[in-house]
């Protein structure tokens, strides 16, 4: 690239183009020269592109977007009313939409507002961070999984960190090959795209061997839709970003934090095209807000306003996904103890829940929408002593579970296909005398994760794990332990694969937090907190205080049984200091133990499942406004 930042101030200034490059950058830089790869195959003309039917959308996505398309008059304040109580919407400050919808008079005439930033909206961001494709051209891959990365944050409220990698030679291509958003649509929609962990981004070109876990490790969903630009604006505002394609100048890449206009001048020469993400438009500025492939050094920290019509970014239809199905191993850290929510049902969003009868195990599920129904399966197993733990798994997103049995050992049961099959006896394993509620999950050690548990035996705890060897009795540690819960995660702390950390009930009613380092193994006691404590815990860490995928560390979350009533116990681990534990809300009535916790889809909800002393199984759940009781399950 021949042009220096000083010959493009001058041509800025001679145009009057109403922008400027960054200015700490001297005369004499040459500008960078960033890579593209944009391929025009697919490319469908802005008049050809099909218009966007708005009546189509439901209530699907987020509580925010789901008042949102009510204020719009797209669909009614009753079916918005059936998925979130009105006390939530209020919560939430909704209570101004709440009623135009229900008047159906839309404050804006129901047409889009004048600006959107995903990066801000309703006081969040939902846009993952910026990552760099250079020196490889593969502009398409990183825009397509920068589109459906975000879709999974807006329509399940969960962060996820999927592969550019994955899809580049999972098409088949290297670095020197150009590619379109036909290609990674039809991937996504056969496919899926996996996590870094399954396989990496890398500029050479091995053969594309992903981990044996691949399936349980992809988002999925349907192919990329067709978006006019002339519905652009509604699509952002009711749906979430849009991939484009623009024409890129020599000039494209000195952008800043002002709109961008081309030179016309012919030392500004035509490098090619180039995919990337709208995230974001103003009537204002005139202009689309753009994340990039670049990295930080591009735009502001990677995104840039490009002006409405500028270098054909209004000549071609673009792209937007709906329906995302994340995987389990992007929920692996939110949910614990008998509930896990699955990619199940029409929302992906279902409940499911594991209980114990005397010694026989029960699968229920509830859908992910109204009527909010509970249904269940056969009931199986001969020798359960205890609730069991429920994952999800990367497993060909089986369904397995782990108790502690009536002679005292653990046993493994699961079922395939995001348990739409029956339940296969996976074996007795681990020490003689256990008991109560083991921890259990499946950690990043090894590909596919090793299972990891924590159980009591006697007054200790007992580490026990599965690689492909089979199941391995590991270290005892702790003293003076009444029982375990089904507490146990792999945090975000350490690296590469996260520190192990339960909390278990001592004997004298406190809890006591444990935390196995990432590096050496060892496993190290922490906090005591809590007092009264005869029932097992039950942990998560959830998303609260992340500001994106790559965090902060989210809080860990815990609900216990005290006095018949629920103990909602968090810490902080966003923020330096201390980060000890506090006691939150006490809710619910006639509570023998927690048995289940998860952060769901639901704007990022906690959902709780006791078990009662009459011994049945209750739902509890908390939003913005606090905590609810929700339904009887059933027996346990």
């Not at 500029?203 to 999925?220: E, F, I, K, Q, W």
């Not at 397995?400 to 005292?408: A, D, K, L, M, S």
């Not at 296969?424 to 921890?439: E, L, S, Y």
């Not at 906690?606 to 049945?616: A, C, H, K």
């Amino acid at each position: 690239m021949d042009m220096t930042y000083g010959e493009l101030r001058a041509l800025i200034e001679a145009e009057r183009l109403g922008w400027q490059p960054r200015p700490d950058i001297p005369d004499y830089v040459r500008l960078p020269s960033y890579s593209l790869g944009a391929s025009s195959d697919g490319l469908v003309p802005e008049a050809q592109a099909p218009r966007f039917d708005l009546s189509t959308l439901g209530v699907k996505g987020n509580p925010f977007l789901a008042i949102r398309r009510a204020e719009r008059g797209l669909i009614s304040i009753e079916a918005v009313r059936q998925t979130f109580p009105t006390q939530q919407l209020r919560q939430l400050g909704l209570d101004g939409a709440v009623e135009r919808a229900e008047t159906q008079m839309p404050p804006d005439g129901g047409i889009p507002p004048g600006s959107i930033d995903w990066r801000n909206r309703w006081g969040q961001n939902w846009i993952t961070s910026t990552r760099d494709q250079n020196p490889c051209p593969a502009c398409w891959t990183f825009a397509g999984t920068a589109l459906v990365e975000a879709m999974v944050r807006i329509e399940h409220s969960m962060w996820t960190r999927l592969s550019e990698g994955d899809v580049h030679r999972g098409v088949g291509k290297t670095c020197p090959d150009l590619g379109n958003m036909g290609e990674v649509s039809a991937f996504f929609a056969n496919n899926g795209i996996c996590d870094p962990g399954s396989w990496p981004w890398r500029t050479d070109a091995p053969p594309y061997a992903p981990t044996a876990d691949r399936n349980g490790r992809s988002v999925r969903g349907p192919a990329f839709e067709l978006v006019s630009v002339a519905d652009s604006k509604n699509w952002l505002d009711t749906v979430g970003p849009l991939v484009t394609w623009i024409d890129v100048y020599n000039d494209f890449s000195a952008i800043n934090g002002t709109v961008y206009r081309r030179s016309t001048n012919p030392s500004n020469a035509l490098r090619g095209g180039h995919f990337f993400l709208i995230i974001g438009y103003s009537d204002t500025l005139g202009a689309w807000l753009c994340k990039n492939s670049w990295g930080t050094s591009w735009g502001v920290n990677g995104v840039g306003w490009i002006a409405y019509g500028e270098c054909r970014i209004d000549s071609f239809g673009r792209y937007g996904v709906r329906n995302t199905n994340p995987d389990p191993w992007t929920k692996r850290r939110l949910h614990n103890g008998n509930l896990y929510e699955s990619g199940n049902g029409a929302l992906h969003r279902n409940l499911e829940v594991v209980g114990s009868n005397g010694s026989r195990v029960q699968h229920r599920w509830r859908e992910g929408g109204p009527p909010w129904t509970w249904g269940a399966t056969s009931a199986f197993a001969t020798d359960a002593a205890a609730c069991p733990t429920l994952i999800g798994t990367t497993f060909n997103r089986n369904m397995e579970i782990v108790y502690t049995t009536t002679g005292g050992r653990l046993r493994h049961w699961y079922t395939g296909g995001g348990g739409s099959g029956p339940w296969a006896d996976g074996g007795v394993f681990g020490p003689t005398g256990c008991n109560g509620v083991p921890g259990f999950i499946q950690g990043d050690y090894n590909a596919p994760g090793n299972f990891e548990v924590v159980v009591s035996v006697g007054s200790q705890l007992q580490h026990v794990w599965r690689d492909g060897g089979g199941w391995h009795n590991g270290a005892l540690f702790g003293n003076n332990i009444a029982r375990s819960g089904a507490t146990l995660v792999q945090s975000s702390y350490g690296t590469p694969h996260g520190n192990l950390e339960c909390v278990a009930v001592r004997v004298d009613g406190t809890m006591q937090h444990f935390w196995r380092n990432e590096t050496t193994f060892s496993w190290n006691a922490g906090a005591i907190f809590g007092s009264g404590v005869t029932s097992p815990p039950v942990m998560i860490q959830g998303q609260y205080g992340m500001q994106n995928e790559l965090g902060p560390h989210g809080n860990f979350e815990l609900c216990v049984a005290v006095g018949g009533r629920v103990q909602h116990w968090w810490r902080w681990n966003s923020a330096g200091g201390d980060k000890g534990w506090q006691q939150s809300a006490v809710f619910g009535h006639d509570v023998q133990a927690v048995a289940g916790l998860c952060e769901g889809s639901w704007g990022m909800n906690l959902e709780v499942i006791v078990l009662r002393t009459d011994g049945n199984l209750q739902h509890y759940w908390r939003d913005s406004s606090g905590w609810h009781e929700g339904a009887v399950v059933g027996p346990a």
